[in-house]
């Protein structure tokens, strides 16, 4: 059975750092694409970053220069690096696993980052 745990959220001061981490268990594929969602309350989730085991990574424009993905083939695991953080970036951050990074088939649970002005 596929499982996403995510952990590192926080509460943090306005300009603050924070790193997230994804561990994934029970999948063993060569190739896959894993990245990081947002969500706030009353809002659709927003798209945050996506990593792919060839390394190519994509942000959305609201975190570029400020969030770096990353991604451990050999721990299954991915992380978030958020620098230079902003009360906007407020949100329920959750992981997905896909196939391909526009074919997600399983997401996290999720960690709150709270960032105070």
């Known amino acids: 059975q596929v499982r996403l745990a995510e952990s590192g959220g926080g509460s943090v001061e306005s300009g603050g750092s924070l790193r997230l981490s994804c561990q994934a268990s029970?999948?063993?594929?060569?190739?896959?694409?894993m990245a990081w969602f947002r969500q706030v309350p009353g809002e659709e989730p927003q798209f945050v970053s996506s990593v792919d085991t060839d390394g190519t990574t994509i942000y959305g424009d609201s975190v570029k220069g400020r969030f770096t993905v990353s991604l451990n083939n050999a721990e299954n695991t991915l992380y978030l690096q958020m620098n230079s953080l902003k009360p906007e970036d407020t949100a329920m951050y959750y992981c997905?696993?896909?196939?391909?990074?526009?074919?997600?088939?399983?997401r996290g649970p999720g960690t709150q980052v709270s960032v105070s002005s």
């Open positions: 029970g999948y063993t594929a060569s190739r896959y694409c």
């Open positions: 997905q696993l896909g196939f391909a990074c526009d074919y997600y088939f399983e």
